[in-house]
């Protein structure tokens, strides 16, 4: 596990499933339809049962659906997570075409809508890195950058962020980029 503090928050970074973490609120990557897919989609509305999708759907008939960037609450249903946030990121196009910004979007709205929920520990995922294309260390550095900017904007506000990875691999290139949490010197 790799950690660091940011503004008396934690950020840590490890492998694992999100599914089983005792946290207020994990994130979910999920499309714009918000009815479930595969990946940690999937794997988080087997793990929360059917109330996660009865919620969904209520969200889809009051607002239709959610676009890339935004984020929902629902229900953490049989999960130790309280909430899950549904966020949609984006699909991966070479990078020229706002990916970077609507991932830090994913990021920041995510972590607005789960503060709103009083939610002091939130588990996120490497949105866009599985189905959704987007190269796992550009992604690691635009998502740290997100959350490093919003807990420095927002001291005291979220204890702890934990970043859950499948691979071991894909852990060490989050903790390559763990800088990114800190603005760059100089600025
Ligand atoms: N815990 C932690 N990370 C996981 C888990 C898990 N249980 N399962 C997979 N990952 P993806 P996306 C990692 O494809 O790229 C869905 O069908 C996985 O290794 O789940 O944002 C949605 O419905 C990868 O690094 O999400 C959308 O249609 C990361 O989670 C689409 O996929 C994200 O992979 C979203 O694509």
Known sequence: MRSAEVAG????ILVGDITVQDVDAIVNAANSSLLGGGGVDGAIHRAGGPKI????????????GCKAG???ATTGGRLRARFVVHTVGPVWQGGLHREGAVLARCW???LDVAQARGCRTVAFPAISTGA???PMDAAARESLRAAGTWLRERPG???????????ERDAEVWSQQIGHLLPPQGA
């Open 132 to 134: 959704y294309g987007y």
């Open 9 to 12: 928050s934690r950020v840590e």
């Open 108 to 110: 920041t709205r995510s």
């Open 70 to 72: 935004e984020a929902v």
């Open 53 to 64: 999708l009865e919620e969904c759907r209520a969200i889809v008939a009051r607002q239709g």
């Open 157 to 167: 506000e979220v204890d702890l962020i934990r970043v859950l990875l499948m691979k």
